[in-house]
């Protein structure tokens, strides 16, 4: 169970919330932010832009959208994910519900905070266990094309057929920059974060994995509007590293490619497809998740 905390927590406590790059920034009117995921799956709480004409924003420069409000309103954030890895000679499958609350405040930066509940059944080899998350992070924008995000971030993992768990804590800071283009935009993200395991008790017995380290997580996102879809629907291909330093871990770095569709199913909602693989072949596996926001 001991290498199976690390690999999961690492993901699901120092995430890059990265998701949609902005689109048609001199459009000015951002669509509904979305939550993050869990897991191995790509983060989606952040916003992104809707892909109004900038002949229409100018024109209505002076006056306040709906688009505008409604984005400004708070979201209650819902998914299923699923994902499936090989972790040396065992298998670890992982069903997950991420819940989610967003708080949209008004102001020129745009500030926003979300509550994250992550919720998960696991399954090593046949035994099984369950882990819980709770995440608060904080977003606001520096400049129009850059935006930063202070996390904070607690989990606990537990399988009493396995006899063995973990807690985690964690805080990190997240740093998201946006280019865009004709074509589409890309989204880089750079983020540093400690974390270090806490004492938890499971069956009579208490574990603490003594571990305290720094990760080191950057990623690139790719976007591309798909109109013909719908309108503000995108293709989102990316790449992310993720390392580790400090105390010696199972796995020190791993790195992920895979692509989200944002706004296929409707428009604040997303579907990723990852793949996950780590060094020398330590871990390997596909993830996806489905998220939506009302």
């Given at each position: 169970m001991d290498n199976l905390v690390r690999l999961d927590f690492s993901a699901v406590l120092v995430d890059l919330p990265l998701g949609n790059a902005l689109q048609g920034r001199a459009a000015g009117v951002e669509a509904v932010p979305m939550a993050d995921a869990e897991g191995m799956a790509v983060d989606e709480s952040d916003s992104s832009v809707s892909s109004a004409s900038p002949e229409v924003a100018g024109s209505e420069e002076n006056e306040e959208s709906s688009t505008?409000?409604?984005?400004?309103?708070?979201?209650?954030?819902?998914?299923?994910?699923?994902?499936?890895?090989?972790?040396?000679?065992?298998?670890?499958?992982?069903?997950?519900?991420?819940?989610?609350?967003?708080?949209?405040f008004e102001g020129e930066s745009k500030p926003s905070l979300t509550l994250r509940l992550p919720i998960s059944q696991l399954d090593v080899d046949g035994n099984t266990g369950i882990a819980f998350g709770l995440g608060l992070n904080y977003r606001q924008n520096l400049t129009p094309n850059w935006q930063i995000s202070p996390n904070l971030n607690y989990g606990v993992t537990a399988s009493e057929s396995l006899g063995s768990g973990g807690a985690l804590a964690s805080y990190s800071l997240l740093s998201i920059y946006d280019w865009t283009a004709s074509w589409g935009a890309i989204r880089i993200g750079n983020q540093a974060g400690q974390y270090r395991s806490m004492?938890?008790?499971?069956?009579?017995t208490?574990?603490?994995?003594?571990?305290?380290?720094?990760?080191?997580?950057?990623?690139?996102?790719?976007?591309?509007?798909?109109?013909?879809?719908?309108?503000?629907?995108?293709?989102?291909?990316?790449l992310l590293d993720t390392r580790y330093y400090g105390t010696e871990l199972y796995i020190m770095q791993y790195y992920e490619v895979g692509f989200t569709l944002s706004g296929w199913v409707f428009l604040s909602?997303?579907?990723?497809?990852?793949?996950?693989?780590?060094?020398?072949?330590?871990?390997?596996?596909?993830?996806f998740l489905f998220r939506a926001q009302f």
């Amino acid at each position: 169970m001991d290498n199976l905390v690390r690999l999961d927590f690492s993901a699901v406590l120092v995430d890059l919330p990265l998701g949609n790059a902005l689109q048609g920034r001199a459009a000015g009117v951002e669509a509904v932010p979305m939550a993050d995921a869990e897991g191995m799956a790509v983060d989606e709480s952040d916003s992104s832009v809707s892909s109004a004409s900038p002949e229409v924003a100018g024109s209505e420069e002076n006056e306040e959208s709906s688009t505008e409000i409604d984005e400004r309103e708070n979201k209650i954030g819902i998914g299923l994910g699923f994902s499936s890895y090989d972790q040396g000679d065992s298998k670890v499958n992982t069903i997950t519900i991420p819940l989610s609350y967003s708080w949209n405040f008004e102001g020129e930066s745009k500030p926003s905070l979300t509550l994250r509940l992550p919720i998960s059944q696991l399954d090593v080899d046949g035994n099984t266990g369950i882990a819980f998350g709770l995440g608060l992070n904080y977003r606001q924008n520096l400049t129009p094309n850059w935006q930063i995000s202070p996390n904070l971030n607690y989990g606990v993992t537990a399988s009493e057929s396995l006899g063995s768990g973990g807690a985690l804590a964690s805080y990190s800071l997240l740093s998201i920059y946006d280019w865009t283009a004709s074509w589409g935009a890309i989204r880089i993200g750079n983020q540093a974060g400690q974390y270090r395991s806490m004492p938890l008790s499971v069956g009579g017995t208490t574990f603490d994995a003594g571990i305290e380290s720094t990760v080191l997580r950057n990623g690139l996102i790719f976007q591309f509007p798909t109109g013909f879809i719908r309108d503000g629907a995108t293709f989102d291909p990316y790449l992310l590293d993720t390392r580790y330093y400090g105390t010696e871990l199972y796995i020190m770095q791993y790195y992920e490619v895979g692509f989200t569709l944002s706004g296929w199913v409707f428009l604040s909602s997303s579907l990723t497809f990852n793949y996950l693989v780590s060094e020398e072949d330590k871990a390997k596996g596909t993830s996806f998740l489905f998220r939506a926001q009302f």
